[in-house]
């Protein structure tokens, strides 16, 4: 089976966003493996164990990815590439599907497995834009995935839902909290990762220009939450309390 | 001079840390009070090609170096001094003497299935009269016909009673001096005439397990015989030398959790209207626990270092295991004093710290022993 996984690197889940000139830093901010992606990651070598074949991962990012790429070989992908966008201006996720689409434009592909939403920007739109530009069907948000006579049969959350979906390969989806439990890279893991075959790739590499693949959104500015305000605890009665809070919700945050 | 890591020893704390976070921390209040080891975290550890750190592959180990192996037990002792004890006696003592001394097939049986985490060792080296004192050693091992027979006892053995291969020291004769040779033997734990008791009940690194080891008429084949009978006594202090770098990386995640604790505390713990970090008198306790930490790793880490080079380092890794023992003892007493009425308390983790670094403080060498060894690598 040919199992192909996109991963983005993004900002540890236990880092503090600091805005600087409207634009989110990353000085000395340690790096993961996208949670989602993780999950990719785990289902896709589980698949391999028990189906066999090839575990290629894939990412588009800065040079600085190939650590997490490791790490995903380590846990027991094969092989992985790494797409530079350094030269990329104006990026978003129509740039990163983009490129992701001219990667595997002459690729066999049985399945293609990507986190629902990465823990920064959140879209959750690479996968299916990939799966839309390489017309094959894609299931998002899927939590349980079983493969047979090339056929899946898949489980995905619906808002707490669940709804159970087959499609034929080859077939997009993407993985949602609840899908695996991922893995520790073992120790031998980890020793055999740095013989692993990781290659990297200018956007020349797959016959791209810059411009083609320049974002098609622009950012106006980049700004924090306000800071939570302390809340207010009700006091007499509980009858009491609740007419003050039906009042308060009507005259002061006007939601009802 | 570089002081950056490689990729594999990154990744290593990362997975180490992640595990010890995950799997370990949750569980350290319980090892401790009830004075459990924890054999099946062994067991995932050893899954996790962890107890092979740095043996090769062909015998079933992950093929990493002692700097490698020295980050994780400081990830493992961060936060659990009970967990990376048995873990650094179980790779540096129960299973490093059959790698350095062993023949290819006392690797083959009895080396693999500890670095593959199937089973753990133990070395069995200090007895009621003979500690740092190995000349004193009264256990025998008298050769007949194609059979060694041991007698004696050990005590305070690491990991004694969830260990299937014991390295015993014993003495099997005198030299051409007259003075009594000291050997290793190995000897499996279910052998005939082998008792091992869980005596103790301990200050600190209370869920590793401690045991006493009887030798009764305990027959092994003569092949069991552990590297040069002559030379017995100078490689089991080279185990100890590595050893100590172990117990120096374990002092070093101790200490780590202490001021990593403290700071946190003192950031969050409001008096006189201020955090307790504001306070100067605080502020240089942290100072100089910090200090003293990166100091300890640097010294912990270039001892590794020189053993992954193949170079001397009784010496640094006996100023290793002093500086950062002593280290992890200083900075859990701070975190304490930091910590107020609180830090007294079970719950707040840091007297467990210092219960835990006490031990580091004796065990393997006192540290009048490393003063000692330091003295005589100086030419007194």
């Not at chain 1, 006579?149 to 034929?168: F, L």
């Not at chain 2, 090769?56 to 001094?81: F, H, M, N, Q, W």
């Not at chain 2, 219960?355 to 003295?375: F, N, P, Y």
Request: some cysteine; proline content about 4%.
């Amino acid at each position: 089976m040919n199992i192909f996984v996109l991963m983005k690197r993004t900002f540890d889940t236990e880092e503090k966003i600091v805005v600087e000139n409207s634009r989110v830093s990353d000085d000395g901010v340690e790096f993961i493996i996208n949670p989602y992606d993780e999950f990719a990651i785990e289902e896709a070598i589980k698949l391999k164990e028990e189906h066999g074949g090839e575990v290629t991962v894939v990412t588009v990012g800065e040079e600085e990815a190939e650590k997490e790429l490791r790490t995903a070989l380590a846990m027991g992908a094969d092989k992985a590439y790494l797409i530079n966008n350094e030269d990329v201006e104006n990026y978003d996720q129509s740039s990163t599907s983009e490129i992701l689409a001219a990667f595997f434009k002459d690729k066999e592909v049985d399945i293609i497995l990507g986190g629902n939403v990465s823990n920064d920007n959140g879209t959750g739109q690479v996968g299916p834009r990939l799966a839309e530009k390489l017309a094959i069907p894609y299931v998002t948000t899927i939590v349980g995935l079983e493969i047979s006579d090339r056929k899946a049969t898949i489980e995905r959350d619906v808002e707490g839902d669940q709804e159970t979906v087959e499609v034929e390969l080859p077939v997009l989806v993407t993985a949602q909290q609840g899908l695996n439990e991922p893995r520790y890279p073992s120790l031998p893991g980890i020793m055999k990762a740095k013989k692993k075959p990781l290659e990297v790739l200018e956007l020349d590499d797959l016959d791209l220009d810059e411009d083609e693949v320049e974002g098609l959104t622009e950012t106006v500015d980049v700004f924090l939450p306000p800071e939570k305000q302390a809340g207010r605890i009700l006091e007499g009665e509980v009858e009491e309390q609740v007419a003050e809070l039906v009042k308060l919700l009507r005259t002061e945050a006007k939601v009802i | 001079m570089d002081f950056e890591l490689s990729k594999e020893q990154e990744m290593t704390r990362r997975m180490v840390r992640a595990f010890a976070e995950n799997k370990i921390k949750p569980r350290t209040l319980d090892i401790d009070k009830k004075a459990q080891f924890p054999k099946d975290l062994f067991d995932e550890m050893g899954a996790l090609g962890l107890l092979g750190l740095p043996f090769p592959e062909k015998y079933g180990g992950s093929d990493g170096d002692t700097l490698t192996y020295a980050i994780a037990v400081e990830e493992i002792g961060r936060v659990c001094g009970s967990t990376g004890l048995s873990y650094a006696a179980a790779v540096s003592l129960g299973a490093s003497p059959i790698y350095y001394f062993g023949t290819e097939e006392q690797k083959q049986q009895f080396l693999t299935p500890l670095a593959k985490g199937e089973t753990l060792g133990a070395f069995g080296l200090t007895e009621p009269n003979a500690g740092s004192d190995a000349g004193g050693t009264q256990t025998t091992a008298k050769l007949e016909g194609n059979d060694y027979i041991i007698n004696g006892e050990k005590c305070f053995i690491t990991n004694a009673n969830y260990a299937s291969i014991l390295t015993v020291t014993a003495v099997t004769g005198k030299d051409a001096r007259g003075k009594n040779m000291i050997s290793a033997l190995l000897v499996p734990a279910d052998t005939p005439g082998v008792t091992i008791r869980n005596a103790y009940d301990k200050m600190g690194v209370r869920g590793s397990d401690t045991g006493e080891i009887f030798l009764d008429n305990v027959r092994v084949p003569k092949e069991n015989l552990l590297g040069d009978p002559e030379k017995g006594f100078k490689q089991f202090l080279y185990t100890l030398d590595g050893g100590r770098i172990s117990i120096a990386a374990l002092g070093l995640g101790i200490a780590q959790a202490s001021l990593e604790r403290a700071l946190a505390y003192a950031k969050e713990r409001k008096q006189f209207g201020h955090p307790l970090s504001t306070f100067q008198a605080i502020q240089f306790k942290l100072a100089d626990m910090a200090m003293e930490i990166e100091l300890a790793r640097n010294m912990v880490y270039k001892a590794a270092w020189l053993k992954d080079q193949k170079k001397p380092f009784t010496k640094e890794s006996a100023f290793a295991k002093l500086f950062a023992t002593e280290t992890a003892f200083r900075a859990a007493n701070q975190a304490i004093q930091i910590h107020g009425g609180n830090g007294y308390m079970r719950e707040y983790e840091v007297e467990r710290y210092l219960r835990d670094a006490k031990l580091l403080e004796i065990g393997e060498g006192t540290s009048e022993v490393q003063r000692l060894v330091i003295a005589r690598q100086l030419g007194c």
